[in-house]
C-alpha cells in the first residue's frame, strides 16, 4: 500500500487513516496529503463517501464535490458495521501516526475507534476528533456549516444593507475547520517529536465559526450591536471595494492615507476630496462614507476599467478586475501560477483538480494522487502490501 512519494515533502513518511466524511475531515485530511503524508480514506464499500453523490460526475465513482477534498489520498473499502471491519481499521491505526474523524458525538467511542481505544495499543497516535458543537448541552448535536454560518453571525455580517442575509459562496465553516484542524495536528505531531507522546485534538463547527468573525465580532462586542453590513465595500477600509466603471465593475483598494491621496489628485483628479478634513483619515473616511462614496461613483464611472487600471497602476494603488469563476481558472494568471491540473484520462476526457496552494523549497507541492474511485485500493490490514 504504498504510494508515490517525494522523500522531500515535509510529511514523507507520515501515516494517516482518514476515517471521515464529506468536507471538514476531508479536508484536513487532504492537507496532510498534500504535505506528504500516506492518507488511507476509509469509506463504506458500497455507498462511499456522501460527496460522490454530490456536484458534476468526473468518473466512475467521483464527483467534483469528492475531488475538491480528496486529492493525494486512497480509498479503501471497509464496512464499519462488521465485527470484519472494525478489525481491519484497528489493525490500520495501531500503524497510523493520525487518524482524522468527523462521527457525531460518541459514534467512534460505541465503535470502539474513540482516542483511548486506538491510543492504547498506539501511543504515539495523534488523533483529531472533528464535531459539530463543543462539550456541552449541544455535544451530540449534528453540525452543518449552513447552520453555523447562521448561529456564529457570520451570515449576519454578510451581504448588502437592508438585503437578507447571504451565506458565503463555498462552504467556509467547513474548510476553515478543516484548515484548523491540520495545524492542529501538525502542532501535536511537532510535540511528538519533542515528548514521544501523541494525543487527542478537537475541532468543533461552531467554535471555528465564531473565530471567523474575527475583526467584526471584536467591533460587535466593542459597539454592543452588530455592525453595519456593507457588501462588497469594506467595514472599516474607506475606499475600498467594488465599483462601477463605465463599462464594467473595478477593485479598488485604497489602502491608507498615502494612497487616498493619490487616488484623488492622479487617478480621478479631484484633490478637493484630498484636502477636505472630513476624509483626512481612514477613520475619518469610513465615518464619513456617506458623503464621499456618491463623489467617487460618479468620478468613476465616467472612466472605463481600462483606463482607471492604468492610472491606479501608475499611481502605485492595487486594484483590478472581477472575473467570472472560469475565467479566473483559466486564465493566463492561474495557469502560470500552475493551480489547475487536468489529469485526464486516457481516453482524452479532462479531469480537473486543483493543485495544493503550498511551495515547499521554491516548488509547488504536487497532486501525487488524483482523487481515488471508491475502493480503488486494496483492503489490507497493513500499510505496505
Same mark, same amino acid.
Given at each position: 500500500?504504498?504510494?508515490?512519494?517525494?522523500?522531500?515533502?515535509?510529511?514523507?513518511?507520515?501515516?494517516?487513516?482518514?476515517?471521515?466524511?464529506?468536507?471538514?475531515?476531508?479536508?484536513?485530511?487532504?492537507?496532510?496529503?498534500?504535505?506528504?503524508?500516506?492518507?488511507?480514506?476509509?469509506?463504506?464499500?458500497?455507498?462511499?463517501?456522501?460527496?460522490?453523490?454530490?456536484?458534476?460526475?468526473?468518473?466512475?465513482?467521483?464527483?467534483?464535490?469528492?475531488?475538491?477534498?480528496?486529492?493525494?489520498?486512497?480509498?479503501?473499502?471497509?464496512?464499519?458495521?462488521?465485527?470484519?471491519?472494525?478489525?481491519?481499521?484497528?489493525?490500520?491505526?495501531?500503524?497510523?501516526?493520525?487518524?482524522?474523524?468527523?462521527?457525531?458525538?460518541?459514534?467512534?467511542?460505541?465503535?470502539?475507534?474513540?482516542?483511548?481505544?486506538?491510543?492504547?495499543?498506539?501511543?504515539?497516535?495523534?488523533?483529531?476528533?472533528?464535531?459539530?458543537?463543543?462539550? +456541552?448541552? =449541544? &455535544?451530540?448535536?449534528? /453540525?452543518? #456549516?449552513?447552520?453555523?454560518? !447562521?448561529? %456564529?453571525?457570520?451570515?449576519?455580517?454578510?451581504?448588502?444593507?437592508?438585503?437578507?442575509?447571504?451565506?458565503?459562496?463555498?462552504?467556509?465553516?467547513?474548510?476553515?475547520?478543516?484548515?484548523?484542524?491540520?495545524?492542529?495536528?501538525?502542532?501535536?505531531?511537532?510535540?511528538?517529536?519533542?515528548?514521544?507522546?501523541?494525543?487527542?485534538?478537537?475541532?468543533?463547527?461552531?467554535?471555528?465559526?465564531?473565530?471567523?468573525?474575527?475583526?467584526? +465580532?471584536? =467591533? &460587535?462586542?466593542?459597539? /454592543?450591536? #452588530?455592525?453595519?453590513?456593507? !457588501?462588497? %465595500?469594506?467595514?472599516?477600509?474607506?475606499?475600498?471595494?467594488?465599483?462601477?466603471?463605465?463599462?464594467?465593475?473595478?477593485?479598488?483598494?485604497?489602502?491608507?492615507?498615502?494612497?487616498?491621496?493619490?487616488?484623488?489628485?492622479?487617478?480621478?483628479?479631484?484633490?478637493?476630496?484630498?484636502?477636505?478634513?472630513?476624509?483626512?483619515?481612514?477613520?475619518?473616511?469610513?465615518?464619513?462614507?456617506?458623503?464621499?462614496?456618491?463623489?467617487?461613483?460618479?468620478?468613476?464611472?465616467?472612466?472605463?476599467?481600462?483606463?482607471?487600471?492604468?492610472?491606479?497602476?501608475?499611481?502605485?494603488?492595487?486594484?483590478?478586475?472581477?472575473?467570472?469563476?472560469?475565467?479566473?481558472?483559466?486564465?493566463?494568471?492561474?495557469?502560470?501560477?500552475?493551480?489547475?491540473?487536468?489529469?485526464?484520462?486516457?481516453?482524452?476526457?479532462?479531469?480537473?483538480?486543483?493543485?495544493?496552494?503550498?511551495?515547499?523549497?521554491?516548488?509547488?507541492?504536487?497532486?501525487?494522487?488524483?482523487?481515488?474511485?471508491?475502493?480503488?485500493?486494496?483492503?489490507?490490514?497493513?500499510?505496505?502490501?
Amino acid at each position: 500500500m504504498t504510494a508515490s512519494t517525494d522523500l522531500d515533502l515535509p510529511l514523507s513518511g507520515v501515516r494517516v487513516l482518514d476515517l471521515s466524511r464529506i468536507l471538514a475531515g476531508p479536508w484536513c485530511a487532504q492537507v496532510l496529503g498534500d504535505l506528504g503524508a500516506d492518507v488511507i480514506k476509509v469509506e463504506h464499500p458500497g455507498r462511499g463517501d456522501d460527496t460522490r453523490d454530490w456536484g458534476l460526475r468526473t468518473g466512475g465513482t467521483t464527483t467534483s464535490y469528492f475531488d475538491a477534498v480528496n486529492r493525494n489520498k486512497r480509498s479503501i473499502g471497509i464496512d464499519l458495521g462488521t465485527p470484519e471491519g472494525l478489525t481491519q481499521v484497528r489493525a490500520l491505526a495501531r500503524e497510523a501516526d493520525v487518524v482524522v474523524q468527523n462521527f457525531k458525538t460518541g459514534g467512534a467511542e460505541r465503535l470502539g475507534l474513540g482516542y483511548d481505544d486506538l491510543a492504547r495499543e498506539n501511543p504515539r497516535l495523534v488523533y483529531c476528533s472533528i464535531a459539530g458543537y463543543g462539550p +456541552g448541552p =449541544e &455535544a451530540e448535536r449534528p /453540525g452543518y #456549516d449552513l447552520l453555523v454560518q !447562521g448561529e %456564529a453571525g457570520l451570515m449576519a455580517l454578510n451581504g448588502e444593507a437592508e438585503r437578507p442575509p447571504l451565506k458565503f459562496g463555498v462552504a467556509a465553516v467547513d474548510l476553515f475547520t478543516g484548515q484548523y484542524a491540520a495545524q492542529a495536528v501538525l502542532a501535536a505531531l511537532f510535540r511528538r517529536e519533542r515528548t514521544g507522546r501523541g494525543g487527542k485534538v478537537d475541532l468543533a463547527l461552531y467554535d471555528c465559526g465564531v473565530a471567523l468573525t474575527s475583526y467584526y +465580532g471584536l =467591533e &460587535a462586542l466593542v459597539q /454592543g450591536k #452588530d455592525p453595519a453590513r456593507y !457588501g462588497n %465595500a469594506h467595514p472599516s477600509i474607506v475606499p475600498y471595494g467594488v465599483f462601477e466603471a463605465a463599462d464594467g465593475p473595478v477593485l479598488v483598494t485604497v489602502g491608507n492615507n498615502a494612497q487616498y491621496e493619490r487616488f484623488c489628485s492622479v487617478v480621478i483628479g479631484r484633490p478637493d476630496l484630498a484636502k477636505d478634513p472630513r476624509f483626512a483619515t481612514n477613520i475619518d473616511r469610513a465615518r464619513n462614507r456617506a458623503a464621499l462614496l456618491p463623489e467617487l461613483e460618479r468620478e468613476l464611472l465616467r472612466r472605463s476599467r481600462a483606463e482607471l487600471l492604468a492610472a491606479l497602476g501608475e499611481a502605485g494603488i492595487p486594484a483590478g478586475e472581477v472575473l467570472g469563476l472560469h475565467r479566473s481558472l483559466t486564465s493566463e494568471r492561474t495557469r502560470t501560477a500552475g493551480m489547475v491540473e487536468d489529469r485526464g484520462t486516457d481516453g482524452g476526457a479532462s479531469r480537473w483538480v486543483l493543485a495544493p496552494p503550498y511551495r515547499v523549497d521554491g516548488r509547488r507541492v504536487p497532486v501525487r494522487l488524483t482523487p481515488p474511485e471508491l475502493g480503488a485500493a486494496s483492503s489490507s490490514t497493513h500499510w505496505s502490501e
